[in-house]
């Protein structure tokens, strides 16, 4: 069974930073591309990030691009997700998420995920 805990949220102001955590618990952890998606209010869950197996290959959101980063510890089964230079519009839930493939790289979906966490909030105030 495979369990991912997030951690790090919280209420920031614009232009603030944080950095989500998410410890998963199961065996493999180097095995699995992870990832991070979010939800607003109202809005459907979209791609944030995501990162490869030995943590060599990133892809991004372009609303996010160049202000996240995700990394990875496969020693402590853990990614991590630094987000800089907030801005109201990343208020959201975020979900770290974990998949043993995916359909396309660079096209990610909800469906390609099968292990999600519970989710953490992120407020970023104006």
């Known amino acids: 069974q495979v369990q991912l805990v997030e951690s790090g949220g919280g209420l920031v102001q614009a232009g603030g930073s944080l950095r989500l955590s998410c410890v998963v618990s199961?065996?493999?952890?180097?095995?699995?591309?992870m990832g991070w998606f979010r939800q607003a209010p109202g809005k459907e869950r979209e791609f944030v990030s995501h990162?490869?197996?030995?943590?060599?290959?990133?892809y991004y959101a372009g609303s996010v691009k160049g202000r996240f980063t995700v990394s990875r510890d496969n020693a402590k089964s853990t990614v991590y997700l630094q987000m800089n230079s907030l801005k109201p519009e990343d208020t959201a839930v975020y979900y770290c998420?974990?998949?043993?493939?995916?359909?396309?790289?660079?096209?990610?979906?909800?469906?390609?995920?099968?292990?999600w966490g519970q989710g953490t909030q992120v407020t970023v105030s104006s």
């Open positions: 998420v974990a998949g043993g493939s995916l359909g396309s790289w660079y096209s990610p979906t909800v469906q390609d995920f099968a292990y």
């Open positions: 199961g065996r493999s952890f180097g095995t699995y591309i």
């Open positions: 990162i490869s197996g030995s943590g060599d290959s990133a």
